[in-house]
């Protein structure tokens, strides 16, 4: 009987340890994605052609018009909306639908009326976890609603919380089933300037707490917070058949202070970029 025999050498065995620390997989690869919806009227097609890596921890913002494709490409990153043409891929795996791997936030909170702000908590984790005795899962719970403050409500009815409540529950609810990817489709664009200024701090602090280990990918309108939350914000082209217009590196360092990080002259500078990108006309004089 012949052998083989394998050489490889301690360099080789090195490469292959290192591999996956020097050059980690990214948690999401949107590959040339294609979304259209047939009408009435025949094909519409909302997003084109687009491709975007975004890496572990860190959080992206897509930002651009009305229209321009946002929450079709972030539905495409959830699973709830098929491309008809690309891929999207999530921790390594194909997008075929929803996974426990990613959490969603909308913008209208989503809470089931009926339920207290505790069963709405409980209830996802009851359905997202199946390894987790009963006991385990009202820990969760527990410590997901004292961490945005929300322990001392947890027997009221969502209709009888304020708006930036009723947010802060959202965001518990799916931090609590744990994701390693969060998506957030305009979470704050209904809540006052001071409330949605708070809840960007709350988000950073959970962000904080995980290790800065969750991948956060957000829809937005708002300059200001993209940069303040962001890594990189990803400026759409308008609607129909979207694309990707140019994406901005953020490189201010963390954490970020709202008061200070105004002043920043890198700050200014990126606000200025994406302004321009955004808006085409400043004043009358330019219609």
């Given at each position: 009987m012949s052998t083989t ?46 491709s ?6 860190e959080i ?23 491309p008809t043409?690309?891929?999207?891929t999530?921790?390594a ?34 359905s997202a ?26 027997d009221k ?11 802060r529950?959202?965001?518990?609810r ?13 979470p704050?664009g ?13 988000l ?8 800065r ?54 700050y200014?500078?990126i ?17």
């Amino acid at each position: 009987m012949s052998t083989t025999t394998i050489n490889i050498t301690s360099e080789q065995i090195a490469d292959a340890i290192l591999e996956p620390v020097l050059h980690p997989k990214p948690a999401i690869e949107v590959d040339n994605v294609t979304v259209s919806f047939k009408t009435s009227k025949g094909f519409y097609t909302a997003v084109k052609d687009i491709s975007l890596t975004v890496k572990k921890g860190e959080i992206v913002a897509l930002i651009g018009h009305s229209g321009c494709g946002k929450s079709t490409l972030m539905g495409t990153i959830s699973g709830m909306v098929k491309p008809t043409q690309g891929a999207v891929t999530a921790n390594a795996e194909t997008v075929t639908g929803p996974g426990p791997d990613r959490g969603i936030v909308f913008q209208n909170y989503s809470l089931l009326p009926w339920l207290t702000v505790y069963r709405n908590i409980y209830e996802a984790v009851d359905s997202a976890i199946k390894n987790k005795s009963a006991a385990e899962k009202r820990e969760l719970v527990e410590a997901n609603l004292k961490m945005v403050k929300l322990w001392e409500h947890k027997d009221k009815l969502p209709g009888h919380l304020s708006g930036g409540m009723k947010q802060r529950v959202a965001i518990a609810r799916a931090f609590a089933i744990n994701p390693s990817i969060l998506l957030l489709d305009e979470p704050f664009g209904a809540l006052d300037a001071l409330t949605k200024s708070n809840m960007h701090v709350e988000l950073l602090k959970l962000w904080n707490l995980d290790n800065r280990n969750k991948t956060i990918v957000m829809v937005t309108h708002d300059i200001e917070e993209a940069i303040f939350l962001s890594d990189r914000v990803v400026v759409m082209n308008n609607g129909p058949a979207a694309t990707i217009k140019e994406i901005v590196e953020v490189t201010l360092p963390r954490p970020r202070n709202k008061k200070d990080i105004v002043h920043d002259e890198q700050y200014m500078k990126i606000h200025d970029k994406l302004l321009n990108l955004l808006i085409d006309k400043f004043s009358i004089d330019d219609i």
